[in-house]
C-alpha cells in the first residue's frame, strides 16, 4: 500500500534541517518516528523532538495513514 | 470562545471589549473577569534582548488553543473564554499574549484563566527566536514555570 | 502602589493604561499583567437586582487596602499593583472593582492578585446593600468562596 | 483619666442603632467592648460584629486610648 505523506519542520529544527516540509510517497505502513527516518535518511530524531500527526500531539510509536500530515518541532515557548 | 492569531501588534482592552460586546448573553451575568497579558521584554536571561520573532503552526496552533479552552470549560463554570496570541516579528512592551476569561464567580475566572495561560505556554505550538542587542539571535530553549525566584 | 476609591463609575482599562503609563519602571520590564475586574450582575442569590449601594469606611478602607498590597508585595515578586473601588450607587454591568498587578513574570503577577482580590473580600472594609426588582432592600450578610459549585 | 473616644458605626449596623456615630466622654481605662457598652446603655454587641480602632481591625478586649476612633461594623462584603 502506497502511503503519501506529508512532513513539516517548525522553528530551530526547521533552520538546523534546512527545509520546512517533505512530501513523502512510500509502501506502508509507518511510524511517526519511521515518518522522520524515511525523510532524514535514516538520522536519528533529535532529543525533545515533540511530533504531531493532523495537528494533534502524537507519540512516535503512532501509526501514520496515507493522507497524513506530520510534524515534528522543539519544545514550545510561547505565551 | 475564541482563539485569534494575530500577525500585528494587538490592542489587550480593544480585543476583550470587542468581544464581550459581540457576547451579549454575558450583560448582567459576568461578575468575575480574569485578564493574562503577557508582554515582551527587553531583558532576557542576563541579555539585552531587542526584538523577538514569533513562528506558529497555522491550523495546529488555533486548534490546539480551542481544545485548551475546551478543557477549562470542562473543569470550571465559565462564561467564556478569549484567547489572542502574536506572531510575527515582536517589540518590547508590546503584548504577546492574551487570555481574559469571564464567569458569575471570581474562583472559576482565576482558575480557568490560569490553567489555560500553562496549558498555552506549555502545550501550545509557538516558537519565539530573540534578537539580542549585540544582533545575535538566539531561539528559546524552553519555558519556565513563571517564578521570578524559582 | 496605588488605590482608589471611585464614587462614580470607572473605566477599567483607563485606570489600567493610565497608571502603567505613570510608572516608568515597568517599561519594557513588566512581562506579565494580570488584571482581575469585579462586575455588578443582576441577579443574587436567586433575585433580580437593579442596583446596589455600596458603603466604605473612608480612611480605614484605604489602608486597609494597602497594608494588603504590601502583604502581597512582601510575598512575591511584583513590580506594582493599583486597586480600583466603587463607592455609591452602582448599576448591573458597572465595574466593582478593579484589581491590577505587574510583575516579571506570570506566577507572581497571577498569585498576587489572587491573593490582593480574596484579601480585599474577606477584609476590606466595605458594604454592600441590593436594591431589587421587587423594591426590597438587603444587605449582603457575607462574601462566598467565589465558586458557582459550592 | 478621662477619655474622649469617638465611636462610629456602620452598613446594617448603622442602620439598626439609627445613628452613625457617638462621641463619649467617660473615665477611663476602657476596652473596645465596653466603649459598645458605654455607648450602647449596655445593650450586648451583636453577633458577628467586627472592630476596629484608629481604622485597624481590633479585638473586642483590646485597650483603647484617649483620642482613639472605635469603629464597629457587620462582615465586610466588598469586591
Known amino acids: 500500500m502506497t502511503m503519501s505523506i506529508k512532513v513539516r519542520y517548525f522553528a530551530s529544527l526547521k533552520e538546523s534541517l534546512g527545509r520546512a516540509e517533505d512530501d513523502l510517497e ?36 503512532n501509526a501514520v495513514r496515507d493522507g ?12 | 470562545m475564541a482563539v485569534k492569531i494575530c500577525a500585528d501588534s494587538f490592542e489587550p482592552w ?36 531587542k526584538g523577538m520573532m514569533l513562528e506558529h503552526y497555522p491550523g495546529m496552533t488555533e486548534k490546539h488553543l480551542e481544545k485548551i479552552i475546551a478543557q477549562a470549560q470542562q473543569q470550571w463554570q465559565i462564561l467564556d473564554a478569549l484567547v489572542v496570541h502574536r506572531t510575527g516579528t515582536v ?35 509557538f516558537w519565539k527566536k530573540e534578537l539580542l542587542k549585540s544582533d545575535a539571535e538566539r531561539w528559546l530553549k524552553k519555558n519556565t514555570d513563571g517564578y521570578a525566584s524559582s
Open chain 1, 26 to 61: 512510500f509502501s506502508g505502513p509507518a511510524t511517526v518516528k519511521e515518518v522522520w527516518e524515511r525523510a532524514n535518511a535514516g538520522k536519528p530524531l533529535p532529543d525533545h523532538i515533540l511530533a504531531a500527526v493532523n495537528m494533534d500531539y502524537a507519540q512516535l510509536n
Open chain 1, 68 to 79: 497524513d500530515e506530520v510534524a515534528f518541532f522543539p519544545p514550545v515557548t510561547g505565551g
Open chain 2, 14 to 49: 480593544q480585543e476583550v471589549q470587542q468581544y464581550r460586546n459581540s457576547a451579549k448573553k454575558m450583560a448582567g451575568k459576568s461578575g468575575a473577569t480574569a485578564i493574562f497579558i503577557g508582554m515582551m521584554r527587553d531583558v532576557n536571561e542576563g541579555d539585552a534582548v
Open chain 2, 91 to 125: 517589540l518590547p512592551d508590546e503584548p504577546i499574549v492574551l487570555v481574559a476569561v469571564w464567569a458569575v464567580h471570581r474562583g472559576d475566572a482565576y482558575d480557568a484563566n490560569r490553567y489555560i495561560m500553562e496549558a498555552l505556554k506549555s502545550t501550545a505550538p
